[in-house]
């Protein structure tokens, strides 16, 4: 890239992460099946979930599905909800991709959510959105890495229909307190508790939050809904 260009700020970075034979092999013979390219139009979704009477069923978007263990067993538990998980490491993809061969609704976008969100997800679309354990950027000066944002909350929401649900979680105490004063200053959304909410039956233990529970860390659930 010329250094002339501003470059975006990214909430990854790409790292040469080792990729299995396993999660490579998945990708290969499952990636046609369940990876959606990145495309600057929008996804219809009855057209990518080509799913006999099942078409208009609601749709839940997931930002960062790391290894896609919780991805799984929530799409596992709802086969009447369509589900779209994005992440930008292969080896996640490769892994989410060896727990979902026998899902029918389930797809994944390897590439930035952000520009995902803001050319492939129409407005008022989504029944769901989950976030689950984004990067908190500990550092100051890294803080502009964080994905969750006032700028991308408000689109996040605008792709919510009206009851539509933006869940949260994290381990880490100031990015919590940070993103809830964030969501809650958005007038398109409204809090389902005063403040943070027990973690919902419908949310799995995650493999990150097994590893900040292990460093005893709190974990923090936000749930809010579009109005
Ligand atoms: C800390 S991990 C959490 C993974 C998983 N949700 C869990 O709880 O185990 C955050 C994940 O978000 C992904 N990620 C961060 N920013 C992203 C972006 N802008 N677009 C897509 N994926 C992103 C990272 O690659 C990483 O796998």
């Not at 263990?69 to 369509?82: D, K």
């Not at 292990?214 to 809904?225: I, S």
Request: hydrophobic content about 40%; charged content about 20%.
């Amino acid at each position: 890239m010329s250094d002339n260009i501003p470059r975006p700020i990214r909430s990854y970075v790409l790292r040469q992460g080792r990729i299995t034979p396993g999660q490579q092999q998945a990708i290969e013979t499952l990636g046609a099946r369940f990876c959606l390219p990145f495309q600057k139009s929008l996804l219809d979704f009855n057209t990518v979930f080509d799913r006999p009477g099942l078409g208009h069923s609601p749709t839940v978007l997931e930002i960062g599905s790391g290894m896609g263990e919780t991805t799984a067993h929530i799409a596992t538990a709802h086969p009447e909800q369509n589900f779209i998980a994005i992440e930008v490491h292969s080896p996640g993809v490769g892994s989410l991709l060896q727990k979902a061969a026998q899902l029918t609704n389930l797809r994944i976008i390897q590439h930035d959510a952000v520009e995902v969100v803001e050319h492939m997800i129409a407005a008022s679309s989504l029944a769901g959105i989950h976030v689950f354990f984004s990067d908190p950027w500990p550092k100051k000066r890294h803080h502009k890495r964080r994905l969750l944002q006032a700028p991308f909350i408000h689109v996040l929401a605008l792709r919510l229909s009206l009851g539509g649900t933006l869940h949260i979680a994290t381990d880490w105490a100031e990015y919590a307190e940070e993103v809830l004063a964030t969501l809650s200053a958005e007038p398109l959304l409204k809090n389902t508790a005063a403040r943070f909410t027990p973690r919902p039956a419908t949310r799995p233990q995650t493999k990150f939050e097994t590893r900040g529970l292990r460093l005893g860390h709190e974990v923090f659930d936000l749930v809010f809904v579009r109005v």
